[in-house]
């Protein structure tokens, strides 16, 4: 069987089918969490992020929401190296995505070359629209052990605004800023020397607005999940 013969099976494979070929669960889905598993068919591998069997009208109501707005940032971002391609909508609970084969940043040693790349990755992101709003803690930041990196989990993500529409287009900045102060975050806590004092500024949330906005991600979390426990 070839590569792409096992890839079509992917294409086709039903969520059952889809869990019985999990090799391995990043995540196991909770109320409000979905599973995260990596599949394998053959020599095809993808990253399933279901949200299918998790109970209860959070899976019902909010889920396709969050996967729609994970799948429509995965495709503006498409041609973008460092961010897993959308394989495939599996339906409104499930997304099959491409496998970066990467570990999360603060668990990798990653190169100063990887800092580089990753200070490229997130400036282009945002040329493209898109402020990810979810990279403090550094677990949907990987690094290969080439030294690429890669963005993952886009839940929390802004998209920019028309220009006419300077109040979202002034939150997508303040999203922006705060992709930007994760990433000095990571410099002073994994790669000191990389570090500049711009980045000991920055890497702290500051008072007032910039702090709300930076965790705006966060906050949607907690608010779905804290409604999500209630159910
Ligand atoms: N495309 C991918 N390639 C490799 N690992 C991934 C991929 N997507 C997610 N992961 C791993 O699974 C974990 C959980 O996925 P994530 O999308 O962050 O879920 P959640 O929104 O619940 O945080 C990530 O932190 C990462 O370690
Ligand atoms: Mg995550």
Known sequence: MSADTDMEALMDMT???????????????????????????????????????????????IAPVLLWREASAL???DDLAGVPRLYRRVDARGLLIEHCPA?????????????????????AMHERGVAHGDLRGGGNILVDDQDRPYLVDFVSRIRRGRPWNLPWNWIFG????????????????????????????????????????????????????????RS
Request: glycine residues 8%.
């Open 75 to 77: 495709a503006a971002l």
């Open 103 to 123: 570990t999360a940043w603060p668990q990798a040693r990653a190169g100063d070359i990887a800092y580089q790349r990753l200070d490229a990755l997130v400036t």
């Open 15 to 61: 969520r059952d089918q889809l869990h019985a070929a999990a090799t391995r669960y990043y995540k196991k889905r909770g109320p409000t969490e979905p599973d995260v598993a990596l599949i394998e068919y053959g020599a095809a591998r993808a990253v399933f992020k279901d949200y299918g069997r998790a109970p209860g009208w959070f899976n019902r109501l």
């Open 174 to 229: 303040q999203l922006a800023a705060a992709d930007r102060s994760a990433l000095a975050k990571l410099r002073v806590r994994h790669a000191r020397h990389l570090a500049t004092a711009d980045d000991y500024e920055r890497h702290r949330p500051s008072t007032g607005f910039a702090r709300f906005a930076r965790s705006v991600g966060q906050r949607i979390r907690r608010g779905v999940r804290f409604f999500g426990a």
